[in-house]
């Protein structure tokens, strides 16, 4: 079926370094796609969010690259921290549907200092 | 604190209770949203309001599950007869209707059910 989903389920990197977290979706009519950490006990939180018709997105440390070509989206995290340690999941809007989003499994985040 | 508000934060009840669950939006968002996230997968939709209409539900959300937003602002989830299958987590989100529609979420109201 058509869903949203990450290659890795966990991702362990050292404080400093860079984090790069992937997600493949399937639905070619999805046009937005919105990151989110989820820290534990807590809602998810926005991150960074990209239009279909980018391909590039940068915000503070972080990089959201879209391949609509292949389906693959990627977060990147530049100089990671103890505190970026979190679930994150990406998530999907899809066109025809305008409030709900489809949220993949998540991939754990641990941050060694 | 401007952020979205759920409450209870938590809440145990016994096979076959009723529960009733509170989301008070961001003040200016016309969208609300209700989630349910179960251990170790993300969030899956259920229903979705603009102002006090309810325009979208999911097949998750059975008939024991019931959304209101009497007056555009705040919602109620109620779930009858509940089920040990029920316990989850279970989120509100709401956004603007304008621009990127980005989904703000509330800390969520943990649901156990024993």
Known sequence: GESVGLHLPTLSVQEGDNSIINCAYSNSASDYFIWYKQES????????????????????????????????LSLQIAATQPGDSAVYFCAEKRGSTLGRLYFGRGTQLTVWP | DTGVSQDPRHKIT????NVTFRCDPISEHNRLYWYRQTLGQGPEFLTYFQNEAQLEKSRLLS?????????????????????QGDSAMYLCASSLERGSGEAFFGQGTRLTVV
């Open chain 2, 63 to 83: 008939d024991r599950f019931s959304a209101e937003r009497p007056k555009g602002s705040f919602s109620t989830l109620e779930i009858q007869r509940t089920e």
């Open chain 1, 41 to 72: 006990g807590k809602g998810p939180q926005f991150i960074i969010d990209i239009r279909s018709n980018m391909d590039k997105r940068q915000g503070q440390r972080v990089t959201v690259l879209l391949n609509k070509t292949v389906k693959h």
């Open chain 2, 14 to 17: 016994k096979r076959g209770q």
